[in-house]
């Protein structure tokens, strides 16, 4: 078990390392969907339910996974899923057709959604031996890692064919893993005295109170993660549509947003140290509101993309918080719930605004987004003081 600085900071570095694997292979993936689409021949209806698979694949495996961490140890397991998710992201290049596609897109959601809950597990226990909110940096990790793999998978497009470059991804990520996955084989997750088990890997008796807790928690996920699905699927259609921007301008709406959460997660931590929790989620579920309906409602270009990014500043920290917390009272099985719940609000964002938007407008749809943010603040500050007494709160 490490017990000094020199450990934890490897063990904060390999973390990191992982996070940010994960956001390039599947930005890397996500680059070639129009081109998986064109092999396939999928229409845009079968393209979507395959599509659906990868997060199908997550929720499904999410719990299973919080089970696997408490058993054998969320660094095994972050390893093991790893390689898992290496492997996979090069299977899509080889299907022919939709169905095919979907059900290796489910192999792959199950990789991702695990190795999310392995490594969010793993981190929790150091964030608690360090005595410090440094989950939004690992979560900045991902949301850099998403960036690099988005770009690179850019310029690469027009060179190597989706095969050679998602096989190039399972290198990548099987040479990253064998380097850095020997710092979480060889050590086990740090726990203070005071949360020292009777037993490795006896789970905790939860009360009916931390359960409820942890479901709170969860629907914070879920409100943040609405957000970033429907701004992912519809951000740019709005712009396009309603705003009458050109293609290329229209896409940088979600690059505003992406950015934007992307500088909220890695100064996260000073927030967090000098406002707290409670007053993070609050103020960033009420930040992401106010952007959210400028990004909706403005009838000007300049103003809607100004929204966007206020709305990804103000959601950046309450998906990492929530996750934090949840496995601070639970564990793994905290991890794998608020994951699970957060993972079925990003399912939910896209079809449901697409629902709104034929009863209503797009811009009405999209202000969903804003109450939801509305929600996790109401939800942060109603739970601030429950959570105040507990042990897993901080000092």
Same mark, same amino acid.
């Given at each position: 078990?490490?017990?000094?600085?020199?450990?934890?900071?490897?063990?904060?570095?390999?973390?990191?390392?992982?996070?940010?694997?994960?956001?390039?292979?599947?930005?890397?993936?996500?680059?070639?969907?129009?081109?998986?689409?064109?092999?396939?021949?999928?229409?845009?209806?079968?393209?979507?339910?395959?599509?659906?698979?990868?997060?199908?694949?997550?929720?499904?495996?999410?719990?299973?996974?919080?089970?696997?961490?408490?058993?054998?140890?969320?660094?095994?397991?972050?390893?093991?899923?790893?390689?898992?998710?290496?492997?996979?992201?090069?299977?899509?290049?080889?299907?022919?057709?939709?169905?095919?596609?979907?059900?290796?897109?489910?192999?792959?959601?199950?990789?991702?959604?695990?190795?999310?809950?392995?490594?969010?597990?793993?981190?929790?226990?150091?964030?608690?031996?360090?005595?410090?909110?440094?989950?939004?940096?690992?979560?900045?990790?991902?949301?850099?890692?998403?960036?690099?793999?988005?770009?690179?998978?850019?310029?690469?497009?027009?060179?190597?064919?989706?095969?050679?470059?998602?096989?190039?991804? *399972? /290198? %990548?990520?099987?040479?990253? $893993? +064998?380097?850095? #996955?020997?710092? =979480?084989?060889?050590?086990? @997750?740090? !726990?203070?005295?005071?949360?020292?088990?009777?037993?490795?890997?006896?789970?905790?008796?939860?009360?009916?109170?931390?359960?409820?807790?942890?479901?709170?928690?969860?629907?914070?996920?879920?409100?943040?993660?609405?957000?970033?699905?429907?701004?992912?699927?519809?951000?740019?259609?709005?712009?396009?549509?309603?705003?009458?921007?050109?293609?290329?301008?229209?896409?940088?709406?979600?690059?505003?947003?992406?950015?934007?959460?992307?500088?909220?997660?890695?100064?996260?931590?000073?927030?967090?140290?000098?406002?707290?929790?409670?007053? *993070? /989620? %609050?103020?960033?579920?009420? $930040? +992401?509101?106010? #952007?959210?309906? =400028?990004?909706?409602?403005? @009838?000007? !270009?300049?103003?809607?993309?100004?929204?966007?990014?206020?709305?990804?500043?103000?959601?950046?920290?309450?998906?990492?918080?929530?996750?934090?917390?949840?496995?601070?009272?639970?564990?793994?099985?905290?991890?794998?719930?608020?994951?699970?719940?957060?993972?079925?609000?990003?399912?939910?964002?896209?079809?449901?605004?697409?629902?709104?938007?034929?009863?209503?407008?797009?811009?009405?749809?999209?202000?969903?987004?804003?109450?939801?943010?509305?929600?996790?603040?109401?939800?942060?500050?109603?739970?601030?003081?429950?959570?105040?007494? *507990?042990?897993?709160?901080?000092?």
């Amino acid at each position: 078990m490490p017990d000094n600085g020199r450990d934890l900071t490897r063990l904060r570095t390999a973390l990191t390392v992982f996070f940010a694997l994960d956001g390039f292979v599947f930005a890397g993936w996500v680059v070639r969907i129009p081109a998986i689409k064109q092999q396939t021949g999928a229409s845009a209806t079968t393209l979507g339910l395959a599509l659906l698979c990868v997060s199908a694949g997550a929720v499904i495996t999410m719990m299973l996974t919080g089970r696997l961490c408490r058993r054998y140890g969320s660094h095994q397991v972050t390893v093991v899923c790893a390689v898992l998710l290496s492997l996979s992201v090069a299977l899509p290049p080889l299907t022919h057709s939709a169905a095919a596609l979907g059900a290796v897109l489910l192999i792959f959601g199950a990789a991702y959604g695990s190795i999310n809950v392995a490594f969010n597990s793993a981190a929790v226990d150091l964030v608690t031996a360090l005595r410090r909110p440094i989950m939004p940096s690992f979560h900045a990790a991902f949301s850099l890692g998403g960036m690099l793999g988005a770009g690179l998978g850019g310029l690469v497009a027009g060179v190597l064919s989706p095969t050679r470059h998602l096989l190039g991804l *399972t /290198v %990548v990520g099987l040479l990253v $893993t +064998a380097v850095v #996955g020997r710092t =979480l084989l060889r050590q086990q @997750p740090p !726990l203070p005295p005071d949360r020292e088990r009777t037993a490795r890997g006896a789970p905790r008796r939860l009360d009916r109170r931390t359960r409820a807790l942890v479901t709170v928690f969860g629907l914070i996920a879920l409100c943040t993660a609405y957000g970033e699905g429907a701004l992912a699927d519809w951000g740019a259609l709005h712009l396009e549509e309603d705003l009458h921007a050109s293609p290329g301008v229209a896409a940088i709406g979600y690059s505003c947003f992406a950015l934007a959460m992307t500088v909220g997660r890695l100064t996260g931590t000073t927030l967090l140290e000098r406002l707290g929790r409670t007053r *993070t /989620v %609050v103020a960033g579920g009420t $930040t +992401a509101a106010a #952007g959210m309906l =400028l990004g909706a409602l403005a @009838p000007a !270009l300049w103003a809607a993309l100004l929204g966007f990014a206020v709305a990804g500043l103000g959601l950046a920290n309450l998906f990492p918080v929530a996750v934090e917390r949840a496995g601070a009272l639970a564990g793994p099985t905290g991890v794998a719930t608020a994951s699970t719940l957060g993972y079925g609000g990003m399912l939910l964002g896209p079809p449901a605004i697409g629902f709104m938007a034929d009863w209503f407008s797009l811009p009405t749809a999209l202000t969903s987004v804003a109450v939801l943010a509305a929600v996790a603040a109401a939800i942060g500050l109603a739970t601030g003081r429950a959570t105040a007494g *507990t042990k897993a709160s901080p000092p």
